[in-house]
C-alpha cells in the first residue's frame, strides 16, 4: 500500500507540473507569458529570444527547441514557424502557442517522436510577425465585420507586401542569364521597409534556415512560390498564371504533406474555394508582389511555404479545440520534411571548413550554400543527381548521388585548392636567354 500511494503521489506531481492546455485567444502580455511558461517547463531544450521590436515597441519573440538551445550543431537543420503576420489572421498565433506546449510536454513524456524531432531539428517559432496589429484586430473581436482591421502593422502596412522585390531580378535573369538564388538585396533595403520586416530579414540573415512555414488565414490552402507572377498585371488587371520555381515537385510534395496531415485541407473545397489536393501555386492563385515567401526562396537557402488555415481570419475561441486538432499532425509532419535529400560538409584539404560553398545540383538552377560551419542542406525528392560543390580559389568537386525517400544522404565535399597556372612569358629581342618578360594577355 505505502508503494501505491507514492506512485499516485507521483502522479498527481506530473499532472500539477504539465499544465493543461488551454484553448483561447492570447492577448501580446499572455504570449509572453505563454513562451516562458513553456521555456520554464522545458528549459534544457528552449530558448526564448527577441529578433526585434514592432513599431510600438513589442518585442518580436521566437521560441526554439534544440537539444543544445543557441547553438548550431553542425549537420543539425534549423527550421522555422512564423504567425500572425497579417495581426487579424489569428489562427496561426495560436496554434503556434499550443505547438510549443505540444512539444514541451511530450519531450517531457519521452514520446520518442518528438525527441527525436527536437534532438534532430532546431525548430524556430515565431508565433507573432505583427503584435501592434493584433492588439487593433483583437479589440475588435471575432465577431467584428471589420475584414481588414488590424491586418497591416502600427504604420499601416502590409507587411506581406513589403519585402525587397527579387523576382523582378530573377524573371528578368531567366530572359537574359543569371542567377536564381541569393539575390543580393539594395544597398538602400533597411529605409524601404518596415521595423518588423527588418527584424525577420535580419533574423533569416543570421541563420542558415532550411525549411519554413507562415501561417496566415482566410481560406484552407498550402501555397507554394512563385507568389508572384511573370506579368504581374496585364492592362490593368490582376493576372494570374502558374509561375513555378525551379523547385516546383519538391515544393507541391511539401504542401501536398501539410494538405494530406491536415484534418480536411487535402478535401480541396473550404471556403467556397476549390483546390485540386488543397494546394495552389501562388501565383495562379493571385499574384501577389514583394512577399515574404518569395524572398526567403531567392535570397536564402530556406524553402518557405504560406498555410492559409481557417476561413475565418478570427476564429471563435471555441473553434481553437477543433481547430488544433485539425493542424496538429501537420504541424509535425512539416518539420520533419526538413529530413530529406542530401546534406553535408564542405571542407578543404586541411579540413578547415568552407562556408558559402556553392551546392549546384544538374538540372535544378537553384544553388544553395554551405553555412558558417560549412555544412549545407539541399531539399529533394527521391532520385539520382549529380551534385556539384565549388568555392573561390578551389577547384570544384562534382558526386552523383541517389537520394532514397527516408532520412537526407550524407554527402561530404573535400575541395582542393586551386593551382595557379604560370603566367606566359615572350623573349625580348636582343636580350640574353635568361631575360624574359610577361607575355600581355
Known sequence: MPGLL?????LLLLFKLVAPVTFRHHHYDQLVRTLYKVHNECPYVTRVYSIGRSVKGRHLYVLEFSDYPGIHEPLEPEVKYVGNMHGNE?????LLLQLAEFLCEEFRNGNQRIVRLVEGTRVHILPSMNPDGYEVAAAQGADSSGY????NNANGVDLNRNFPDLNTYIYYNEKHGGPNHHLPLPDNWKSQVEPETQAVIQWIRSFNFVLSANLH??????NYPYDKSLEHRVRGFRHTADTPTPDDKLFQKLAKVYSYAHGWMHQGWNCGDYFPDGITNGASWYSLSKGMQDFNYLH???FEITLELSCDKFPRQEELQREWLGNREALIQ???QVHQGIKGMVRDENYNNLA??????SGINHDVTSGDHGDYFRLLLPGTYIVTATAPGFDPETVTVTVGPGEPKLVNFLLKRSVPQATPTRRVPNSGPGDRVPKPV
Open 217 to 222: 488565414g482566410g481560406a484552407v490552402v498550402a
Open 148 to 151: 481588414l482591421v488590424g491586418r
Open 300 to 302: 536564402s537557402n530556406c
Open 334 to 336: 512539416f518539420l520533419e
Open 90 to 94: 489569428v489562427l496561426g498565433r495560436e
Open 6 to 10: 507514492s506512485v499516485s503521489f507521483h
Open 356 to 361: 558559402e560553398a556553392i551546392i549546384s545540383v
